[in-house]
């Protein structure tokens, strides 16, 4: 078919100039920026711009590019046309000489056939998006937007509905035309506003009820078969509303109803109105505003019409807004603003092709913005293009990913960020083992890493590499940040490069060094009274080792190495710290002198350890009152003594050596303040474990220990809380009880005699407590608490109490005499006192009233005086009283009672 230029320039080249001219000149400006570039990346249609088809043969295509070049020259020539189309045509022509065969072409067509199931697919997702409210859509607005999304129109209906369908989008018929009355519609619609209805169908069926829910617009359909929407129901409806109650909601049904009847002459005018009534509804609840979903609902509860028809309604009362609120230039705008470039561009095509290509201020704006923003990202891609060729790979992944972030949703330029090498490795850093035997390298990911990114390492010696294949390579690539070089070279500066790939290109390597410089070790001492003597392992990389003695007193003095990794010193004093430093000493590569890291270690002249003969363990009463035990021993010169002891006797010997974790996993050691003042001697007091403990006395050698004495010694717990009460000659001791295991052993003395007694908790327990006799007189209590069995008994510290001697009993007699006109005049007290007792206070008290004066303070006190065997009785005068009055006397004195005489003696009527 021969190629028509006029058909050429009005389908596709005019498409260049009005909808389709951003993308040329994203295109041109592309080619411009880029001498080595043939053909314009993204996703520009060059074969849409030639109008080149599958199965045109190369004479046919050799002729059709001649036509097109013409014809872009003759449409360039018009008012109103730049000179970009033709710029464009000139560059692909001079870039590309095998323009004119289908083998340049097979390709781009195939790209193109690709891209256009893509945006297929795409166009489904992109419906999806929009009409997810009410998941439905008519045929005509799919068609209108598979236009402005730019699919083919050679794709079907059929095609259109299955990929939204895949989507989850239905593909429904729009609502028939309705005819009915608009002032009727309208009367209806809002005098329903003002009644308890649902829905005209409550009215409809005010006789019979209304539906639970319903269909209509392909006539009504309910599950209730009596249900039936005709002129004769309204005119049941009509009369029935006439017997109803006079209200203003019953009324307003009635006029309804008269509304109803007299805007449609037949069954099918009646469908019609009640659907526009319904058609009223919807609109009104869409222009309520919120997301569709909740209009939907909202319609079909309010309502109780099916959710299809309510979806069906909605979409027919605002088709553009596609299910979703409506979208206008605004939104292109705030696309642009969430980086959704490529969907903004979309939507400003949308809207200008709605729109009839008319102009506004919103829609200069939003098409302002859209360009400013697409050119910034062929700028930004520039830009990366550019610092790759000049191998800045951290310029070119931040400009990609700027331009990314202005057009997120660029699939094309997502790829083009992920192939880039990555860029270099940050921070590398090296660091040396205690022993310079191993290399621990460690980096954080450079600018823009993906998951996808492994590391590769290299070293090299005294210089630094200077890309990933400059230097010996370390092992595979590793996904981590961290790498183990477990063989140094030694003495000399060793460098570190690590480079980040992701298998096509490789990163600048980071670099870090070191200097390796192994410490000498197996550093091994021993020693006599007089001298010490260092055995070592020396690095056999180096020179020599330097060893350095510090005395007590701080004199250094330096020791000269053997041939066999060893040196002495001596005319040492025995017990003495002695500290040696010892450094392995290296030639660096220009004959430089390098030292290690110093070792320190410890020496102290003396003989073979010794273990302790003889050791006591005792008690002692620390500053707070609680227990402690304190050991002695006979002290060692050169060696250093523990005291460890242990639940169970150890089944140890004197002499044993054992290693000390054996001997520190069983016991505890004594540890606290060290004993001093007793010549010969050391000890140390601390804080001893309750119960009967078994003490060793063990000499430190090294990491082992000397057995040496046993001692045995036990604590209890101290007697808390000690009380004391007299009754009489008898003493009642009391306590908190230190446990039931116990028993407490008392003892006492009082006016020269001593007593003790054992006491289980049991016989504390029946007795009310320890029950000793005592006799009158004062006296002292001391309380131990026992523990163990048979002959392993032990006592805790002693707790002590005083006891005071037994109060003087003297009982006493009141004789009252009256006066001459009636009522006591006077009492005598007569008291009888004990042979020999001494003299003590008392105090007289009067109470008038029907209760006698129980203390001394509950009356009015008459008299004080002294009583004793030499004056025994005392007298006093009463108070005149009506009623009765009580007479009492009370001792003043701590060491003496009173023994009242019968309460009707005490009182006068």
Known sequence: ??????????????????????ALRDALRELREDPGLSVPGGRFDLADFYDVRPGTSDAELAQQISAVDNA??????????????????????????????????????????????????????????EYQGLKIVTPDSLRRLAKSAGVADSVSDADLARVVGSAGISVVDDIRPISAPPAIVKEISTALQSTSCRSLLSA??????????????????????????????????????????????????????????????????????????????GRRIDQEGGPKRRSLKTFVERTGITEADAARILLHVAPESGGQPRRGWNDVQALIADGALKEARRLYESLW???????????????????????????????????VARGDLETAARALNQALTLCSDDEALARTARDLPPSTPLKAVAAVSADARRVRLSWEPGFGTTEDVVYQVIRTTGRAPRNNLDGEKLGAPVSGTTFEDAAPPVAVPVFYGVSATR??????????????????????????????????TAPPESRTIEVTQSAPDGTTTQLQPSAHSGATAGGLRTGATYTYFLTAVYSGAAGQTLRSETVRVTGVPRGAARVVAELTVGADLDAAGGSSAQAVWR????????????????????????????????????????????????????????????????????????????STYGTAPTIRNLRVERFGDEVVLSWDWPGPEYEVRARWSSDGTTGERRISHSEYRVEGGCRIALGSAGGTVAVATVAGDGDDRW??????????????????????????????????????????????????????????PFDADRGTALTRTTISSASPSVSVDLPRVKGTFWLRAFSASPGSRLIDPPPARMKVE
């Open 1 to 22: 078919m021969p190629f028509d230029a006029k058909d050429y320039r009005n389908r596709v080249l005019n498409e260049y100039r009005k909808g389709k001219g951003p």
């Open 72 to 129: 872009i020259k003759v449409a360039v020539q018009k008012p109103g046309w730049t000179r970009q189309p033709l710029d464009f045509h000139e560059i692909v022509l001079s870039r590309n000489p095998g323009i004119r065969t289908m083998e340049f072409w097979d390709t781009i067509l195939a790209a193109k056939t690709r891209q256009a199931a893509e945006a297929l697919a795409e166009f489904g997702e992109q419906v999806a998006a």
């Open 204 to 281: 409809i069926f005010i006789e019979q009820g209304e539906p639970a829910s319903f269909s209509i617009l392909d006539g009504l359909r309910t599950d209730d078969p009596r249900l039936v929407l005709s002129l004769a129901t309204v005119d049941r409806a009509v009369a029935h509303a006439h017997k109803l109650s006079d209200t203003n909601d019953n009324n307003a049904i009635g006029k309804i109803l008269g509304a109803l009847r007299r805007s449609a002459a037949s069954d099918a005018e009646l469908l019609d109105t009640v659907i526009a009534i319904f058609l009223e509804t």
């Open 353 to 387: 092709a709605e729109k009839s290509e008319s102009t506004s201020d919103d829609q200069k704006a939003a098409l302002n913005a859209l360009e400013g923003t697409e050119r910034k990202v062929v700028d930004f891609t520039a830009e990366a293009r550019t610092a």
């Open 503 to 536: 298998g096509s290109g490789s990163s600048p390597v980071a670099v870090t060094e070191i200097l390796a410089l192994p410490p000498v070790t197996e550093v091994v001492v021993t020693s006599d009274p007089s001298s010490v003597t260092l055995r070592w």
């Open 635 to 710: 002290s060692l010169d050169g060696y250093p003594v523990e005291i460890w002891h242990y639940e169970q006797k150890p089944e140890w010997r004197r002499g044993d050596r054992l290693p000390m974790t054996e001997i520190r996993r069983r016991g505890v050691q004594l540890a606290g303040r060290p004993l001093t003042g007793r010549p010969g001697h050391d000890g140390v007091r601390g804080a001893a474990g309750e119960g009967l403990r078994h003490y060793v006395a063990v000499t430190r050698d090294g990491d082992d220990g000397l057995i040496g004495a046993f």
């Open 795 to 852: 006592l805790s510290p002693e707790t002590t109490a005083t006891v005071s001697g037994a109060a003087m009993a003297v009982p006493y007699t009141i004789e009252f005499r009256r006066r001459l006109l009636g009522g006591a005049g006077s009492a005598t007290l007569h008291f009888e006192p004990p042979a020999g007792a001494p003299a003590f206070d008392i105090v007289i008290v009067g109470s008038a009233g029907k209760t006698m």
